[in-house]
């Protein structure tokens, strides 16, 4: 059936032969299985043919390159789509209508097969064609479905990469709205001193004012897939630094932090001028430090300025471990994943045991966080835990909430 050119359509070009020599060597099966000197794929973009990808015998030396293009309606390609040519031609130089083509003698074709690549959706992307300067009487219907077969696994290839690359441009605009409109808020969770039972501090989490609402995970997660995870976390950083002046003088304000924007210095430049001596960088054990020397080193000219650094997720896995015995820690947050029934799970209870231990013999300050029942706080303070965080005592908030908010912390 001959393909209309309102079945032949442009696209935005997504090329799935880029960084995939996997299609380069699909080529080259072909064109040796079938005993020819050149193979291609080829996409029709505004009336042009393009080489997309090519593969060639090492003795010949076609005169196409990636990226050469030419009218559509003088190519083999087209013509076949068309329906103007049979997709299997033995003898170029002697057949009726290919013959007076320019490009017959300037490819020096003499026997050609060609099929189109269909989409899904029923339009023509391009053509897998390969062909040989000698005419090959041998050509048949058992070729051409070799070639039809390698068509439908190159149109899947293109179809995953292009559906691929509108992700990647949906989550692009998302992250890109979220840089520009004003969808960021930061919620305050409120941090309970054991000793004093008051407010010492709280912890600055993103939220995302959308719908439907998504997790900020989700957010930080495809701002990170689209090379925007720097931007957006120190958007938050510094949405919540402008309001750290709101806070009681005598609160800490903490942040989470990626480890690679303290490494990068993009922290430093955010600080620069801004009194941090209240201020609490949390480094998560899902973010892995490769040079821990390096990293305190970058750490240094904050901490020395009053800065301080927790270990966040403590007990969640084998990096926060690592990130304890490495940084010198201030503060070690207990995950949440830990104090979950602390009260009823012994192996919970002695692990949990073991790391207030070691704070207290390094001098580290003990935070327990997402604490929901009584049970939990109160065997948390047997263990000489030094704050409290968690939604027993208080859930993230809008700063005038929390700022008002009041919990009484059993003594």
């Not at 939604?391 to 009484?408: D, I, R």
């Amino acid at each position: 059936m001959a393909l209309s050119p309102s079945n032949i359509t442009n696209f935005q070009h997504v090329d799935p032969s880029d960084s995939d020599d996997s299609l380069h060597k699909m080529l080259c099966v072909i064109r040796k299985h079938l005993d020819m000197e050149v193979a291609f794929f080829s996409e029709f973009v505004s009336g042009e043919r393009i080489f997309r990808a090519i593969d060639h015998d090492s003795n010949v030396s076609p005169d196409i390159n990636v990226g050469d293009s030419d009218p559509i309606n003088e190519s083999y390609c087209g013509k076949i789509c068309q329906g103007e040519f049979e997709k299997v031609i033995h003898d170029a130089k002697n057949h009726e209508l290919a013959k007076d083509l320019e490009v017959t003698e300037k490819l020096d074709i003499g026997s050609y097969l060609g099929v189109p690549i269909v989409l899904s959706d029923g339009e023509v992307f391009g053509t897998l064609c390969c062909y040989k300067s000698e005419a090959d009487n041998t050509l048949n219907q058992r070729d051409l479905s070799f070639l039809n077969a390698f068509a439908e696994i190159y149109r899947e290839l293109f179809e995953e990469r292009m559906k691929n690359t509108t992700l990647y441009d949906q989550m692009a605009q998302t992250t890109l709205s979220a840089l520009e409109c004003d969808v960021l808020d930061i919620h305050y969770q409120p941090i309970y001193s054991v000793e004093t039972g008051a407010i010492c501090g709280y912890e600055c989490l993103a939220r995302f004012n959308t719908s439907p609402y998504r997790t900020p995970d989700v957010w930080f997660d495809e701002a990170e897939k689209v090379g925007m995870g720097e931007a957006l976390q120190l958007k938050a950083i510094e949405q919540a630094l402008n309001n750290m002046h709101r806070l009681p003088i005598d609160t800490s304000l903490s942040l989470n932090i990626a480890p690679e924007y303290i490494l990068n210095g993009s922290i430093h430049k955010l600080l620069e001028g801004v009194d941090i001596s209240r201020l609490i960088l949390e480094v998560t054990e899902h973010s892995p430090i490769n040079d821990y020397i390096a990293f305190r080193k970058k750490l240094a000219p904050l901490r020395e300025r009053g800065m301080q650094l927790a270990i966040d997720d403590a007990g969640a896995g084998y990096s926060s471990f690592q990130h304890i015995l490495e940084l010198e820690a201030d503060l070690i947050k207990l995950d949440l994943s830990l104090i979950r029934d602390i009260h009823i799970q012994p192996k919970k209870l002695a692990l949990a045991k073991a790391l207030c231990a070691f704070a207290k013999s390094t001098s580290c300050v003990i935070i327990a966080e997402g604490v929901e029942v009584v049970d939990e706080l109160k065997v948390l303070q047997q263990l000489g835990v030094d704050r409290i965080q968690g939604y027993l005592t208080g859930k993230p908030m809008v700063l005038n909430e929390a700022l008002a908010h009041q919990f009484t912390l059993p003594l």
